[in-house]
């Protein structure tokens, strides 16, 4: 407990008490100064109250769209007899697994007013030169934030249809309620407590979102929270560590109000929806329209997945970004990529860390579930609370609170600027993911399992390793890979805590697209979706494997 405790502490608690330390401290990290509260002052301007006001509000546009969105897809998935859904609900669920680094530059590509690949097609098909879309504005930032906000609120949801009862609905059907008065009445206020914790975590998700905004706001002048905390350090002639600290903290007031928003609104209410009564769920049957919601799905794969790739894929053999035509392609853009010595460091620092950050994550994730779970002991809520204190955190802003923290560590434990920097800062990110894996597995594992192993002479260790380890590791296994794929896809943190040599590919991405290198940004998304899709293939067959030998 006590070792469980500090380790938990240095990752969660640590980092917080540093932004509240370097949000009252004059000078950047590790420099002599005052304490004052100039940061906040300089916070409480006009332009931080539209800022706030930006980022609110398309984080709820984004929300609430998404939600609904996500709820048919849901609904089409769990409850219908649309043709192949189990195909298409693995579709539906790629876009989360991309890095929306690399989205982000591919919907500048097709989306950009001038040469983007859609108004280009457009402008061939027409004869005109008018533009149809311009990613470069609230709508492209809003609609790149849609992308992953919808496949991470379905799958909270769609399982959540699955498990509901239909007698329920049959019950309000029989009382005469029309099919959307029993949706509207019965279905979705049922799944409450579901749809707002999905709605909560997905506007936390809106509100810390970085790639969007950087990409298609920041052009415009259109900034959020977590772009005006990044320039504040890193595009200011003067870093202002203070004034973007104090800014950061502020975003973590908002997160934990929108929490308490949570549990205010659930406030103690009955949702019990699953009984000790068997039941099947019940399927709608659409009829002719079951194509129609096939196609739907298949058009959504197209637009979140197909196109941003195809992008990429097309990109990458041409000289020019926006110059497409037969005398100019190449592949020289794959043989710079192979030669760049940066890549090649960001490719290896990438992997490095996602495997030995996605192992060390799931042991503590691991012993902290078991802790909170199998054990009466106490403090074991405290350990809890810590292990998803977290998930409050944005990227970015647990990024400033490890700058501070580094630096202040007394002089023997140099972490700042090295790649252990990088791995803590994952493994805090993760964490609350890890212990939510690991927590459902243990949960599933009867008591009487370790009493028989402790009966039969069995050590502690003997019984952690051989019964509880041996019945979760699949759990372990598929937890590990949705841990691997956040550290390929983490940008907002990474950037802040680099150095020259421990660069990882998102980085590395984002600096060749600044440099107006685009050709090459293609290749080494290509690379990237390529790790995306391995991984993802192993994840599916290690599932399918595990299934078929229940």
Known sequence: MLGLGLILAFLAIYPLAMLLYGSLHSTPPGMAGEFNLDGYRRMATAENGLV?????????????????????????????????????????????????????????????????????????????????????????????????????????????????????????????ASLFQTFRRVTLMLMLPVITSAFTLSLIRGIESFESPLF?????????????????????????????????????????????????????????????KGYRPTVTKLGPWRWATFAFCILFFFITVAMPVGQLFVGSFFKFFGFYSWNMLTLDNYAKVLRNDEFRRGFQNTLLLGVIGASATMVLGGLTAYVTTRTQLKGRRIIEAMAWTPWMMPGIVLGIGFLWGFALLP???????????LLL??????????????????????????????????????????????????????????????ILRELSASILLFSAGSEVLSVVVLKLWTNGRAEEVCVIGLFMMALVILFRWAQSRFIQRHINTL
Do not use: K
């Open 411 to 421: 002089g023997p434990i140099q972490i700042y600027g090295t790649i252990w920097a």
């Open 425 to 486: 800062a994952y493994m805090t990110l993760y964490t609350p993911i890890s212990v939510r894996v690991m927590s459902g597995a243990y949960s599933q594992l009867g008591y009487d399992l370790e009493e028989c192993s402790r009966v039969h002479g069995g050590s502690w260790w003997q019984t952690f390793w051989r019964i509880l380890v041996a019945l979760a590791w699949p759990s372990f296994a598929v937890g590990w890979v949705l841990v691997f794929f956040g």
């Open 216 to 276: 298609f706001g920041t052009p415009v002048g259109i900034r959020v929270v977590t772009t005006q905390v990044y320039d504040a350090i890193n595009q200011s002639a003067r870093p202002d560590y203070q004034y973007a600290t104090a800014l950061a903290l502020a975003v973590m007031g908002l997160m934990f109000l929108l929490v308490l928003m949570q549990w205010r609104i659930l406030g103690g209410r009955n949702f019990t929806t699953v009984t000790g």
């Open 52 to 176: 706030l006001f930006n980022t609110v509000v398309m984080a709820l546009i984004n929300t609430v769209v998404s939600l609904a969105l996500a709820i048919f897809l849901a609904w089409i998935i769990a409850r219908t007899d649309t043709p192949g859904r189990g195909v298409l609900e693995m579709l539906l669920t790629l876009p989360f697994f991309l890095p929306p680094v690399l989205t982000a530059m591919a919907w500048g590509m097709l989306g950009n007013p001038q040469v983007g690949g859609i108004n280009s097609v457009w402008r061939w098909l027409t004869g005109t030169n008018t533009t149809i879309i311009n990613v470069y504005s609230y709508f492209g930032v809003v609609w790149h934030m849609m992308q992953y906000a919808t496949t991470f609120l379905f799958l909270f949801i769609v399982d959540a249809f699955r498990a509901m009862d239909p007698s329920l609905e049959e019950s309000s059907r029989m009382s005469g």
